[in-house]
């Protein structure tokens, strides 16, 4: 990614950390987005901050208007090529008779709203570059689990749009991509009513797993384009609403 100007929401802690390092160790600028942006300099490090390979804003992503400022100046000032949309919220009481009229707008808001935002704020910049764009959804966009019916509904509303802004945008040179990851170790499991053990979690996809898979994504041939793919641990297969909340860990993997 040497050359390259990569914008990434929800840089301040799991996948999205994840991203803007394996970004930066591949060679690109990052732009990292956070209500947090301490909490982004903790992440990558404060060498990267100061030498200028990261750049830190601190902007909620469900702010249309701070979002639109923050790609105005990034078009002025630092041109994107590629946009990686990994901000993401959850609450424990998610069950639908759990939601609130509130809890619902906010969950959309971050999760879906806030990936639009992001897109509509950079796409000119990233036609102009033949760019990448990478939203991060989940199995929950396509089946059903325990991340609750409206985190659920903002991820399937993310694969919508991202296949939709696909078919759009392939003619302007710009390739879209859809990660679905299935349990992922993140401290967005915290918010679940009973977080995993630490035992589970050793088991789960990890972001970095997820970050390879974005970096793989981007750096195809410019002739190639990966528009989904589902990442899903190897033996915690996370399909479906007949995982139990809190399973055992399994045996260990063997090679064969």
Not at 19 to 34: D, M
Not at 98 to 112: D, G, K, M, P, R
Not at 188 to 196: A, E, G, H, N, T
């Amino acid at each position: 990614m040497d050359g390259r100007v990569a914008l990434v929401t929800g840089a301040s802690s799991g996948i999205g950390a994840a991203i803007a390092r394996a970004f930066l160790s591949a060679g690109a600028r990052v732009h990292g987005v956070a209500r947090r942006p301490h909490a982004i300099v903790e992440e990558v490090g404060e060498e990267a901050v100061a030498s200028g390979r990261c750049v830190v804003h601190g902007v909620d992503v469900s702010d249309h208007e701070a979002m639109t400022g923050l790609g105005a100046m990034l078009a002025e000032r630092d041109p994107v090529d590629t946009l990686v949309c990994a901000a993401g919220y959850n609450i424990p009481r998610r069950r639908v008779a759990e939601l609130t009229v509130q809890s619902w707008n906010e969950l959309i808001a971050v999760n879906l709203n806030g990936a639009f935002y992001a897109l509509h704020a950079t796409l000119d910049q990233l036609r102009a570059r033949s760019g990448d764009v990478v939203f991060i959804s989940s199995v929950s966009a396509a089946w059903p689990d325990h991340a609750g019916a409206a985190y659920g509904a903002a991820k399937a509303g993310l694969l919508g749009l991202a296949r939709s802004a696909g078919i759009d945008e392939h003619g302007h040179g710009v390739r879209v991509t859809s990660v679905l990851p299935g349990i992922v170790n993140t401290p967005i499991l915290d918010k679940r009513p009973v977080p995993p053990d630490p035992a589970l979690r050793e088991w789960m996809v990890q972001p970095e797993d997820v970050a390879a898979a974005c970096l793989a994504a981007v750096t195809l041939p410019a002739r190639t384009n990966i528009a989904e793919m589902t990442i899903v641990a190897t033996r915690l297969q996370a399909l479906g609403a007949t995982q139990e909340a809190n399973p055992q860990p399994p045996g260990p993997i063997t090679a064969g």
